[in-house]
T-cell receptor
Framework: GDSVTQMEGPVTLSEEAFLTINCTYT??????LFWYVQYPGEGLQLLLK?????DKGSNKGFEATYRKETTSFHLEKGSVQVSDSAVYFC????????????FGQGTELSVKP | DAGVIQSPRHEVTEMGQEVTLRCKPI?????LFWYRQTMMRGLELLIY????????DSGMPEDRFSAKMPNASFSTLKIQPSEPRDSAVYFC???????????FGPGTRLLVL
């Protein structure tokens, strides 16, 4: 079945460092890909998405490119801030699976001043 | 506009008691999803509805769990009887359509003693 694999955390960075969180997927169809962010004690917020190959999603300085050839959707940010500390979830939605979201295990990011 | 509303935000109950979680989707959204988040299993879909009709309940753990959507603006997830292993954060999400972007509520943190 469809699945999402993320790099394990926690990831600890200093402020202004470059961030990469790896995400790869397995899907039978042509999924849409998402990054959600969960701040402590809160629900999930959509960070960005891409619906087809080579699309780039971007928001708040974060970006990710849908790479069909490597089945990847890595999240990047050029300069992280303390306020970016959160858990990041990669997810896919496949029409063959009725549109439900399948999540990776989440990657905790901690940014130190 | 108001986002997805869930109640209660926190629930502590004793084993064997009935628990009812509530969700109000974003107005105009036709699809509603219930997810559960635990440390062991991550985020997993329990059930989803389209136009108030349950479409896929294959993620519901067992008969102790039931979900209803009596109208377009309200859904419940009930656990009867509750067990300690049901302790988790339960999220409700809604979307314009089955294959559209899902928006999450703040979650209900359930603790069964």
């Amino acid at each position: 079945g469809d699945s999402v694999t993320q790099m394990e955390g926690p990831v600890t960075l200093s402020e202004e460092a470059f961030l990469t969180i790896n995400c790869t997927y397995t899907a039978t169809g042509y999924p849409s890909l998402f990054w959600y962010v969960q701040y402590p004690g809160e629900g999930l917020q959509l960070l960005l998405k891409a619906t087809k190959a080579d699309d780039k999603g971007s928001n708040k300085g974060f970006e990710a490119t849908y790479r069909k050839e490597t089945t990847s959707f890595h999240l990047e940010k050029g300069s992280v801030q303390v306020s970016d500390s959160a858990v990041y979830f990669c997810a896919l939605s496949d029409q063959n699976q009725g549109g439900k979201l399948i999540f990776g295990q989440g990657t905790e990011l901690s940014v130190k001043p | 506009d108001a986002g997805v509303i869930q109640s209660p935000r926190h629930e502590v109950t004793e084993m064997g008691q009935e628990v009812t979680l509530r969700c109000k989707p974003i107005s105009g959204h036709n699809s509603l999803f219930w997810y559960r988040q635990t440390m062991m299993r991550g985020l997993e879909l329990l059930i989803y509805f389209n136009n108030n009709v349950p479409i896929d309940d294959s993620g519901m753990p067992e008969d102790r769990f039931s979900a209803k959507m009596p109208n377009a603006s309200f859904s419940t997830l009930k656990i009867q009887p509750s067990e300690p292993r049901d302790s988790a954060v339960y999220f409700c999400a809604s979307s314009l359509g089955q294959f559209q972007t899902q928006y999450f509520g703040p979650g209900t943190r359930l603790l069964v003693l």
